[in-house]
């Protein structure tokens, strides 16, 4: 074989070497049941043309690649953002160990997360001692000062019941009464993992706050709560406490995850790192009001600020963009009495200076994209802001409520006119779209460059490029301490989103006597 200790290659380009080729051509035709690569191409054309998109939209009992993921790795994350807590899981082994390769791919961090590993016989007699092992062992091996509980599939078919497993665990001793224990039931085959945020934050209200508001008084510590939702770009977290600190606003926000998914490499390791402190949680409904800075993925917390904390929950839109930007801003000033500070006021100016300089090339753009509710429907009104069209609006998780907004907002622009707007639909439906009515970029997580890799597979002129944002991103680093709220998060995304559309014009217009007429210095 080709690779040696003296010389070392990554499977790329390894395994193009002569030897591995016949190796893997050998295996192909010895032991694989493969069709003929002329059968291979004739299915794979079929698949990109108008009478299979019909067939596939009637798909029923299949999913292929739903882009979301499960609702315990949304609680996982929500425990995360709390101080020394450590999340665990009721359930399997293998669900974790999913949980933790999915942030640690992502994130480029270990996670911490633990499972009381349930296997057969927990699923026929339940789970009740793996809690009570996992808790006591949990506590004295981790040392956390706050364990946050959610489940799997399997607690969640045989109905093991937290609320019961944790007070039997505290009476016969293996964790103290008092010891903080929040819990949600999060079962993955309903929901997503913005659902298990939800749940798992709620379980966190209910757990300190549903029983302790007889001294509580709505606007007595002067503040406002900053309810994040399941956010995956760390520089959102920081800039909501930039913004908030330049205009000197008394602010909790509540779940804040920053330090423990972004530690320093500096010889210490920190199991536990930053979080939002349980008192401010405790705290919380003395706020003056709570803001949800993703609405449509919190009805739970919603609800219970709302009958719990008596806060009104002001409808603003996730702060993406320009106008849902200054919306957000305008409301916590009017909340707080604070005026929006001159910093952020020129901030706004450079960012709508960036629009001006690159609506050139961005005017007219087709973009399909898809991803979690609030990023998807904050993405399209940024698009519309900047005169570029989206296409095809695709979120799985998603209700026909949140399709009627987003259809609202593509009716509010003249480049909205195109847009249509699919829920409960799959990337295999997206790939059909891609092909059927070609947008001339995607945008989206990791999981779209499949869609990219077929597209060019028919040919150049059909290739879609993906533009990655969102989550999870595993094939590119460190996008995840970028923003994409507030001014400073639009200019990201347009540099993203304009930088893309000049890297694809220059690979368009680069053949020397051909097409470099057009393949200019100055752009």
Known sequence: MSQTVDKIKPCYPLFGDEDYKANLAAKRNTVEEVESLDKIEEVFQWTTTKEYQELNFKREALTINPAKACQPLGAVLCALGFEKTLPYVHGSQGCVAYFRTYFNRHFKEPVACVSDSMTEDAAVFGGQKNMFDGLENAKALYKPEMIAVSTTCMAEVIGDDLNAFIGNAKKEGHIPPEFPTPFAHTPSFVGSHTTGWDNMFEGIQRYFTLNEMDDKVVGSNAKINLVPGFETYLGNYRVMHRMMKEMGVGYSLLCDPTEVLDTPADGEFRMYAGGTPVAEMKDAPNAIDTIL????????????????????????????????????????????????????????????????????????KKFALYGDADYVLGMVKFLLELGAEPTHILCNHANKRWKKEVEKVLASSPYGAGGQVHIGCDLWHLRSLCFTDKPDFLIGNSYGKFIQRDTLHKGKEFEVPLIRIGFPIFDRHHLHRMTTLGYEGAMYILTTLVNAVLDRLDEETREMGVTDYNYDLVR
């Not at 009495?337 to 960012?351: C, F, N, Q, V, Y």
């Open 293 to 364: 800075l993703q609405p449509w993925q919190l009805p739970k917390t919603k609800k219970f600020a709302q009958i719990t904390w008596k806060h009104d929950v002001p409808a603003v839109n996730i702060p993406m963009g320009l106008e849902w930007t200054d919306e957000f801003l305008m409301k916590v000033s009017e909340l707080t009495g604070k005026e929006i500070p001159e910093s952020l006021a020129k901030e706004r100016g450079r960012l709508v200076d960036m629009m001006t300089d690159s609506h050139t090339w961005l005017h007219g």
